[in-house]
């Protein structure tokens, strides 16, 4: 019998193993991150180019993990949904670690801390702390955050008016169509920086720890980014990105 033709079989299985087993290679060297990118300083987009805290240090994560970043945009809502059924590996966009999230995906070690803070005009003079946030005022939210369960249960006499995106809250409360806003600290005061009609109160309606979440069974990727993270803290990158978007290398 034919050597060449004995071989032939056993070239044509090793070539359907080499097809197959490269795309999964060339998976592991990727991190496909999904990120509503809306939410400066966090992450949002300039010049056309995504850009923010989040971002910048999920890219200088994935160098020390050897894998090339891959964004997905998605909105904030459909984050969670979207790593469940494995549209991305990572969700990355100013994501409270809350119980009610564990539940269902699981976090990084935290990577910053924040909380929710109240946006009002500068000249309304009825709103100076959170306790003002009584019937008849309207508080505007992005749906499918916090922000949205945190209103209605503490403050169940404000009407809340839900949005998709951030930039729509900031705009109702600027042309005075709410009384208030209510999203991350970060957020608000990137945005008060930038429109003098508004201000910040000084006390915050809560605080909270960021992670970057990932599935459940992900284990191994969790170790790799909570390693990375530590190297970052250690070597001083951390605290270089933390100068550069908030002006302090305070967490």
């Excluded at 987009?45 to 160098?63: N, P, S, Y």
């Amino acid at each position: 019998m034919n050597a060449s033709k004995l071989l032939s079989p056993i070239a044509a299985v090793f070539a359907l193993l080499t097809m197959f087993c490269m795309p999964a290679q060339a998976a592991d060297e990727v991190m496909r991150v999904g990120t509503d990118a809306t939410f400066p300083p966090m992450e949002f987009i300039k010049d056309g180019q995504r850009t923010g805290f989040d971002v910048e240090l999920i890219e200088a994560m994935g160098k020390h993990m050897g894998k090339k970043v891959e964004w997905v945009d998605i909105g904030f809502k459909g984050l969670i949904p979207g790593l469940i059924s494995n549209r991305f590996d990572v969700a990355a966009s100013a994501i409270y670690m809350t119980d009610e999230r564990r539940q269902v995906v699981n976090f990084t070690d935290s990577y910053y801390r924040g909380g929710l803070a109240v946006l009002v005009l500068k000249d309304d003079t009825t709103i100076n702390k959170p306790a003002d946030l009584v019937a008849g005022k309207k508080v505007t939210a992005q749906v499918g955050t916090k922000s949205i369960e945190f209103l209605k249960n503490h403050y169940p006499a404000v009407q809340v008016v839900e949005v998709e995106k951030n930039q729509a809250m900031f705009d109702l409360l600027t042309i005075g169509r709410v009384n208030a806003a209510v999203t991350g600290r970060p957020a608000a005061v990137e945005y008060a920086k930038s429109e003098p009609r508004v201000r910040v109160l000084d006390e915050g309606l809560t605080t909270e720890l960021y992670g970057f979440a990932i599935r459940k069974n992900d284990k191994e990727l969790a170790q790799q980014m909570n390693q990375a993270l530590q190297t970052l803290r250690d070597n001083g990158e951390y605290a270089a990105l933390t100068l550069k978007w908030f002006g302090t290398t305070k967490e």
